[in-house]
């Protein structure tokens, strides 16, 4: 069984920044994509950044988002400045990974992250 654990989020100021990490535990056998997703009240989820041998990002957060990945620890991050208001949302973890009793990769969710930016 795979796990993806999240932390970091919070309540930050306009501008401020925020960290996100997720991590992935259990039978790992192979892990082939990570990345993030978030979800504002009222809206649908949607993608803001990836991470495999490159990087992708919503254009929404590009610029001010930065993913990154410890491939050592099997934790992915999310470097989150100059935030505005809009990025408020519930950050999800996501993970394509292969377990060691599976024979192909499936899509694993964290339990999400509350990030809040208000003044």
């Known amino acids: 069984q795979v796990q993806l654990v999240e932390s970091g989020g919070g309540l930050v100021q306009p501008g401020g920044s925020l960290r996100l990490s997720c991590s992935a535990s259990?039978?790992?056998?192979?892990?082939?994509?990570m990345g993030w997703y978030r979800q504002a009240p009222g809206k649908q989820r949607e993608l803001v950044a990836t991470?495999?041998?490159?990087?992708s990002y919503a254009d929404s957060v590009k610029g001010r988002f930065t993913i990154s990945r410890d491939n050592a620890k099997n934790t992915v991050y999310l470097q989150m400045n100059s935030l505005k208001p809009d990025d408020t949302a519930v950050y999800y973890c996501?993970?394509?990974?292969?377990?060691?009793?599976?024979?192909?990769?499936?899509?694993?969710w964290g339990q999400g992250a509350q990030v809040t930016v208000s003044s």
């Open positions: 996501n993970g394509l990974i292969r377990g060691t009793t599976a024979t192909t990769p499936n899509i694993y």
């Open positions: 259990g039978s790992i056998f192979s892990i082939y994509l």
């Open positions: 991470i495999t041998g490159s990087t």
